[in-house]
């Protein structure tokens, strides 16, 4: 066993001598195919500045039982494959101020906030079981591939559990990222809970991702994905698939998906938050078997989204089970031109039970719940929605069924209705 010094390069397999150590300019792992056991030890930086541990252009390396704070991040990992990280904790990284900022979740890699790992083109790497959480990110992963992500803890951070940002075909299984939340002041009128904070938060051409058991309550978001930049580009978040996750009891939404295509969502829990899916602007999305409970807005919102698939879903007590709607943005007609309207819809099979509307379909709609102070933006109105086959629905105790308001070529067929009690 050794003692960590201040800078050290490591380019053999090494034991850390258990211990707190103050090391300023943490340490670099320096060779390929080595094994660092830190066995314990914790190495402290200063004024949450630099890295705790920095690999580059390294390949095969193992570092496990390994504790890391108060530096800006604290395991920078760059151009790497073949690593692994397990039983390690990162955590006391640099955090912007508490109720100040709206979040800003397209930062480049080189203006990164803080976080407990800076994960930049890495690939065929694994990430497990460990303590990320207490800081204001966890976890992020720039132009990485192939990672597995399991079992880690990303929880109480008050910017994002995990940040995929161009970041494609990897596994995030069974972590947990609840109370990712933050606040934001605002000088014209109720300052903003979340302010883009999330458990999980997927951006900038981050695609065929699973994401499988994990939690992510209590956050800004639950799952928040991205798929059209500020300069009005399409960078989709697509073909990802969310199997049995947990985004409930966000004040915000559990599972937002915007300018996206191909994501399935499939058993997961959406409940108790303003929207279980915020979907606007997306295409040929599958949502199958999801439990949606208790929305203050709506279980599913979808502005202009079209090629949706809804089966098999329980939506229970929500002021809308499925919200669709059309609105007119000319700024967005270039990079989503085929997304006009709301159309070519599939609603069957699910269950709708106690919602104050079980599914409102509408034309020129603000949020979907009320008519546009104009004719449309800019006064010019959306194409009607239409291509809506809503089938073989149980419809239990909905004061409203079907709200359609200029919705062309809906189909109505087999839906068992029963009614509210007195009515």
């Not at 981050?206 to 300069?231: H, I, K, V, Y």
């Not at 279980?276 to 599913?300: C, D, P």
């Not at 979907?368 to 109105?381: A, K, N, Q, V, Y």
């Amino acid at each position: 066993m050794i003692v960590p010094e201040d800078g050290m390069l490591i380019e053999q397999d090494v034991t850390f001598r258990p211990g707190v150590y103050y090391l300023p300019r943490g340490i670099r792992i320096a060779a390929d195919d080595i094994t660092l056991d830190g066995n314990g030890a914790v190495l402290v930086g200063t004024n949450r500045l630099g890295r705790g541990v920095s690999i580059k252009d390294h390949h095969g390396i193992t570092i496990k039982n390994l504790t890391v704070m108060e530096y800006y991040h604290g395991f920078y990992l760059r151009d790497c494959a073949h690593l692994t990280i397990a039983n390690c904790r990162a955590t006391a990284t640099d955090e912007v101020a508490p109720s100040t900022i709206f979040l800003n979740v397209w930062l480049p890699v080189e203006k990164a906030y803080g976080g407990g790992m800076l994960l930049w083109n890495v690939s065929d790497s694994q990430f497990e079981q460990n303590d990320i959480q207490h800081q204001m990110n966890g976890m992020h992963a720039y132009g990485c591939q192939r990672l597995t992500v399991r079992k880690n803890l990303a929880n109480y951070c008050s910017g994002w559990g995990f940040h995929l940002y161009e970041t494609s075909d990897s596994l995030f299984e069974e972590n947990l990222a609840d109370f990712c939340c933050r606040y934001h002041p605002r000088s014209d009128g109720p300052g903003h809970v979340g302010a883009d904070a999330a458990g999980f938060l997927v951006v900038c051409r981050s695609c065929r991702n699973t994401f499988r058991r994990n939690s992510a309550r209590l956050s800004g978001d639950g799952f928040f994905l991205g798929g059209m930049n500020p300069q009005f580009e399409p960078v989709g978040c697509d073909e990802n698939l969310f199997e049995e996750n947990d985004g409930s009891y966000s004040p915000n939404i559990a599972f937002e998906a915007t300018f996206c295509s191909g994501n399935i969502f499939r058993n997961n829990l959406a409940n108790r938050c303003n929207y279980g899916f915020w979907l606007g602007f997306s295409r040929h999305t599958l949502l199958e078997k999801n439990q949606i409970k208790g929305n203050h807005q709506a279980g599913i919102a979808t502005e202009n989204g079209f090629g949706f698939q809804v089966r098999h879903n329980v939506f229970t007590d929500n002021a809308h089970g499925i919200l669709l709607w059309s609105k007119r943005l000319p700024e967005l007609e270039a990079g989503a031109p085929e997304n006009t309207t709301s159309y070519d819809w599939i609603i069957e099979e699910n269950t709708f039970a106690q919602n104050n509307k079980a599914i409102r379909i509408a034309a020129d709609q603000d949020h979907g719940i009320r008519p546009l102070s104009r004719r449309g933006e800019w006064g010019l109105p959306a194409p009607h929605p239409h291509g809506h086959v809503i089938r073989a629905n149980q419809m239990e105790h909905n004061p409203v069924n079907f709200d359609l308001i200029k919705a062309e070529d809906t189909l109505l067929e087999d839906n068992q209705i029963t009614p509210k009690p007195g009515k």
